[in-house]
């Protein structure tokens, strides 16, 4: 995975300064460095569990499906999916996956897994426009 320090930086930057979090200043260039290294560990983390690194009772894993999390749109979250009849957050789809297509057992929503193939798919993603709802 070819990942930009910098873009992180200035990612981490913009979202103090739009969240109204003070001056940019206010935070120093190791706190974004760190915070930024941080959530990289967190991507690569759901990057392994994405590409076999998640426990499959049946060998399969995410990326047969989905290479470098290709079809997942994140940014269409929340939606209605046809396969659970309501409309979901991007997790409960990603639960369905893995007990369906991987017949697996599901992972709490705060399951630090499930925050890491979040960060993976929404990384592999970065940059699509958000269209909640869309199809």
């Not at 206010?26 to 930024?36: G, I, K, S, V, Y």
């Not at 392994?48 to 990326?63: Q, Y």
């Not at 992972?107 to 709802?133: S, V």
Request: hydrophobic share 35%; charged share 25%.
């Amino acid at each position: 995975m070819n990942v930009s320090r910098s873009t992180g930086w200035m990612a981490a930057t913009a979202a103090a300064l739009w969240l109204g979090l003070g001056q940019a200043d206010e935070f120093t260039q190791e706190d974004l460095q760190r915070w930024n290294q941080e959530f990289m560990e967190v991507v690569k983390e759901g990057d392994r569990l994405f590409h076999g690194g998640f426990p499959s009772k049946n060998t399969v894993s995410c990326d047969q499906c989905h290479p470098n999390a290709t079809n997942t749109h994140p940014e269409t979250y929340p939606k209605f999916q046809k396969q659970l009849g309501e409309v979901v957050p991007m997790w409960r789809m990603i639960n369905w996956c893995i007990e369906n297509p991987l017949e697996s057992e599901p992972l709490p929503a705060d399951d630090p897994r499930m925050t890491a193939l979040q960060a993976y798919i929404h990384w592999e993603r970065r940059g699509a426009k958000l269209e909640p709802g869309k199809h």
